[in-house]
């Protein structure tokens, strides 16, 4: 009898094994917000939704990124706004996080601290200054602006500073099938504006859209304005992210 017990927990094991294996691979798989690169659109302890199946599926799409799938399967491609995750082999296969700026073809220039694509000014509006305290414990003082995209994605960034490492750059040209990314935290963010680390991202790289946050284990005592009671921040679950 004992050994019937066993057989049918490991069949029961084994089969939510499997069925882990395919949600993650062909369906959503979780992740967990590890920097500030990309606040206040996600802060540090978000637990987020990535949904795979907008842009196909490779090698990344599959747990521990095995040599397989190495043509994409059913391909599709980011808008220009999406907030994805992509792996990246030259650092060590690490995930990141990102928003989608340049798309192939376009002419991307960052002068002091302001994005210009194909030559024409990308609009911001100030909306205040924040003050508070990074995830490393650092006091910050931050402007946010709500920055348009063409297409018309509204999306909030900060900004320390126009005259950062990365605030002015020559004009890139996003390669056909390559992406150039950047974080919503324009001066705490390494992203494509650094070709000697990130540079542009190719398509094959690509893991899935960035569509909301499940849970959080944001620190509330940062001092955001964000719903927080008994120090369980409310306001970061199931949040669409824009």
């Known amino acids: 009898m004992m050994i019937e017990h066993v057989k049918a927990f490991v069949k029961d094991l084994l089969g939510l094994a499997v069925f882990y294996l395919i949600f993650t691979t062909f369906g ?3 992740f967990h917000i590890p920097s500030g690169s990309m606040e206040p659109t996600l802060e540090v302890g978000d637990r987020i939704f990535v949904s795979k199946f907008p842009f196909g599926y490779n090698r990344f799409s599959v747990p521990f990124d095995p040599p397989i799938f190495e043509t994409r399967v059913l391909d599709g491609a980011p808008e220009r706004g999406d907030v994805v995750v992509f792996t990246l082999p030259h650092r060590d296969y690490t995930d990141f996080i990102k ?3 340049g798309l192939p073809g376009d002419r991307i220039r960052l002068q002091e601290g302001r994005v210009y694509i194909n030559g024409t000014l990308v609009p911001r509006t100030y909306v205040r200054d924040v003050d508070y305290t990074n995830y490393s414990g650092y006091p910050l003082r931050v402007k946010e602006y709500i920055e348009e995209l063409p297409g018309g994605v509204k999306h909030r960034i900060y900004e320390r500073t126009d005259r950062g490492r990365l605030d002015n750059t020559p ?3 996003v390669p056909e099938g390559h992406y150039f990314m950047m974080g919503d935290n324009r ?3 390494s992203d494509s504006r650094d070709m000697h680390d990130m540079g542009f991202v190719p398509h094959a790289s690509l893991v899935g859209r960035a569509d909301v946050t499940t849970f959080s284990l944001y ?3 940062q001092g955001k304005e964000i719903d927080c009671a008994f120090g369980i ?3 970061r679950f199931f949040t669409a992210i824009r």
């Open 99 to 101: 928003r989608v700026v």
């Open 187 to 189: 001066d705490g963010s």
């Open 28 to 30: 959503y798989a979780s």
């Open 171 to 173: 004009a890139y040209v």
């Open 233 to 235: 921040p409310y306001g």
């Open 219 to 221: 620190d509330c005592d």
